[in-house]
């Protein structure tokens, strides 16, 4: 698989930037499934921890970045309405979660739930968990 450019880069208030590829295709006739793939690379930097300590006990269990990553995707799209049910998926995300992702408390928050489930041995099964837009 050849590395794609991004899409999108948007800028969070957390100084943190969301990243989304394209990953539409198309698969029956004039039909395409239209998938946007959002990553969010999380630094593991001591801002996020409460003493330095905690932050080099997870750089030695976290991969450095961390990423978050999710799907937004819609089957059945006409060619003709592909761009626009691109442009409508980025911006329910970005509606529904970007007050989420872009608050100051997320990156900490994942961080310490991605260790919790290193400690409880729960592994994500799933890398990219679907969120369907409208």
Do not use: W
């Amino acid at each position: 698989m050849t590395e794609q450019l991004p899409l999108r880069r948007i800028d969070l208030p957390n100084s943190l930037q969301l990243v989304c590829h394209d990953d539409t295709r198309r698969y029956f006739g004039d039909y395409h499934l239209v998938r946007l793939l959002l990553t969010l690379p999380i630094p593991l930097e001591s801002r996020f921890f409460e003493d330095e300590a905690a932050c080099l006990v997870a750089r030695t269990l976290l991969p450095d970045p961390l990423l978050y990553s999710r799907s937004a995707e819609r089957m059945g799209v006409p060619s003709a309405q592909v761009e626009g049910v691109r442009v409508l998926l980025m911006d329910d995300l970005l509606c529904h979660a970007g007050s989420y992702l872009g608050s100051m408390e997320f990156p900490r928050r994942f961080i310490q739930v991605e260790l919790a489930r290193l400690r409880t041995g729960k592994r994500r099964t799933i890398d990219f968990p679907v969120f369907r837009g409208a």
